[in-house]
C-alpha cells in the first residue's frame, strides 16, 4: 500500500484534520450500519465483516499509526456505547492490536491490501480472542480454527473493497 501513501503534511493543518475527521465519521457509520445486518447462518456467532475496518486499514497504509490508532480507539468507544463494556474491551483490543500489524505491514509492498486485510483480520480476531479468555476462560481457545477461516474471509474481502474505493479515497484526500 505504500504506492497510495499520502505526501507529507502538517498532522496540525486543516486539511490533514478534515481528513481524519471523515475517515473517523465513516468508520462509525459503517460499523453502525454493520451492526444493523442481520445475522449470517454462514458466520460465526457475533462475527461482523468487519467493513469499518475499510477506514482504519487506509489511514494506516496511507495516512501513519497514530491516525490510524485514534479510528481504531474512536469506534472501540463507539462500540462501548452502542452494545456495552465486553464489546468495548474486545473492539479496542482487536482494534488496536490490528492497526499496529496493519501499519507494520503496509511498509512492505509485498504484503498487498488483501494480504494487509487478511493479517489485520487475523491479528483483530487474536486479540479478541484473548480478552474472551481473560473474560470466560480456556474453552475459548476452541474457538480458534472458526477464526482463523473467518480471518481469511473477511480481510480478503475488507482487502478487496479497499483496493476497488481506493481511487475515490485518494480523491477524497
Known amino acids: 500500500m505504500s504506492n497510495g501513501r499520502l505526501p507529507k503534511t502538517s ?9 481524519n475527521g471523515l475517515l473517523g465519521a465513516l468508520a462509525l457509520v459503517l460499523s453502525a450500519l454493520e ?6 447462518p454462514f458466520l460465526p456467532p457475533g462475527a461482523k465483516l468487519g467493513l469499518s475496518n475499510l477506514a482504519t486499514m487506509y489511514a494506516a497504509g496511507c495516512i ?5 490508532l485514534c ?3 474512536m469506534k472501540g468507544l463507539f462500540a462501548g456505547l452502542l452494545r456495552g463494556i465486553t464489546a ?3 473492539s479496542l483490543a482487536g482494534g488496536i492490536c490490528s492497526t499496529l500489524i496493519m501499519w507494520a505491514v503496509s511498509r512492505r509492498d509485498r504484503f498487498g ?11 483483530h480476531n487474536a486479540a479478541q480472542l484473548l480478552v474472551a479468555w481473560a473474560l470466560t476462560s480456556a474453552a475459548v481457545f476452541w474457538y480458534t480454527p472458526v477464526l482463523i477461516l473467518f480471518s481469511l474471509l473477511t480481510g480478503t474481502v475488507t482487502g478487496v473493497l479497499l483496493r476497488v474505493v481506493m481511487p475515490l479515497l485518494k480523491k477524497l484526500s
Open 88 to 90: 468495548m474491551l474486545m
Open 71 to 73: 479510528i481504531a480507539v
Open 11 to 19: 498532522p496540525f493543518s486543516a486539511s490533514f484534520l478534515a481528513l
Open 113 to 123: 491490501m488483501i494480504g494487509v486485510g487478511i493479517l489485520g483480520a487475523l491479528a
Open 64 to 68: 501513519g499509526l497514530f491516525p490510524a
Open 35 to 40: 451492526t444493523l445486518l442481520p445475522a449470517m
